[in-house]
């Protein structure tokens, strides 16, 4: 019998290990950052194909007829990656495999369609307005005394601003024509003074299968506005089961009113500070970044990638949660703006306390930012372990010094003299002379 084969949109190492363990024949389309990347691992009965947008149909749907896939029956079109969601249930329809509902895409991409049917479904959401064009605000209502301005359908907390009054408004309106951002439609949502809490779950035939909280150290739009560094942890079952209790039913609610049926999910929570209440903030059809499948799995034995996978070929995946009764989180690593030289291994890093795993994900040679725009602007992550709370947070305080003390970064725009200088004063063993004799 012939293998199966599933469509990929983006590269996920964690759904392409599960094709291999299950005997599933990937075709794996990715744009030129994942292909140029050199860190694919694909299955030996895999297909990798470049292509310029993961997002773009026509795009995919050419370059499988120029590879002589245009016939080739997939079991089903998965992707982990947040714009390409909707165009995965597109191409469900015309592949006629299986897929996400196109409706059920778009109420997870559209965060004024997702709030629209959670407030109709009695789930208690932020008040939103939606902002046609950013280039011109003069006739938006601003209904808010605070209110965080982000694209009607991003990711990642990039181009997401607070607003404190129209002159905020106005302010960031000049700067998105002036930086000529191209998406220009967007949502003013009510700010939320609270606890920003994440639900990671694995939903099967309409029903949650699982679900497990998460909560980070503080809010993430907060530490890209101060530029703090993020770190964020898995919320413990038993010893914090008042918060499972508190938000199992709006995770509920809100995955039955949004329509998913198969899949993953990473979901925004925020807990108010003066009433405790749970306020649903968005949701996506896609497992969250930041170590989330790393962390998941470390701290409840739940395999995402794999889950992912199996959701989209219609297989329920069999859920064997084991709580780890640690503290399990990760910590982002960053640096100054410059040329990155060298930093700690992995291995290094391994071998510090706590650390159960680490990734870099800037090589040697890229350029730092002087700030990170988004929540996965980072130069790496480590996983963290922990007995305690108290303990998590200050180990994570003790590694990011640690890393910082050897991590060496050119400073920009040196002159070619200043960078000797920088080197010699870094690495003085090094000594490159410019002449024969000694004297």
Known sequence: MSRPSVLLLGADPYVLRACELHGIDPVLLCNSGAYDSGRLRLPPQGTLIRIDDVTNPEDILAALRREGLADLQFEAVQTTWEFSVVTAAVLGRVLNCRSIDPVTALQFRDKSLQKARLRSAGVPVTRTVVVPDIYDVSDVPLEFDRAVLKPIAGGGTTSTSVVRGRKDLEEASRAAREQKETNRTFLLEEFVDGDEWM??????????????????????LDAITGQVPISLRRLDPVHEAEAYEKAGPIVRDAISALGLRDGVFHMELFREHLTGRIVFSECAARRGG??????????????????????????????????????????????????????????????????????????????????????????????????????????????????????????????????????????????????????
């Open 199 to 220: 639900a990671e779950g694995v939903a099967f035939g309409g029903e949650v299968l699982f679900f497990g909280l998460g909560a980070y150290t503080q809010p993430c």
């Open 290 to 439: 930041a170590m989330t499948q790393e962390q998941v799995f470390a701290k409840f034995n739940v395999d995402l990638g794999e889950a992912a996978l199996l959701c989209a070929m219609g297989r329920q995946p069999q859920i064997d949660v084991k709580i780890n009764p640690n503290v399990v989180g990760c910590a982002g690593l960053y640096g100054p703006a410059g040329t990155l030289i060298s930093y700690p291994t992995p291995d290094e890093l391994l071998a510090q306390p706590n650390v159960a795993y680490a990734q870099m994900y800037a090589p040697p040679g890229a350029n730092l930012a002087s700030k990170f725009s988004a929540s996965a602007d980072m130069l790496g992550a480590v996983l963290l372990v922990t007995e305690s709370v108290d303990e998590f947070d200050a180990r994570v305080a003790q590694l990011r010094q640690w890393f910082g003390e050897r991590l060496a970064v050119a400073e920009p725009g040196l002159t070619s003299g200043q960078r000797w200088a920088w080197q010699r004063k870094h690495w003085p063993e090094r000594n490159y002379r410019d002449w024969l004799y000694g004297g």
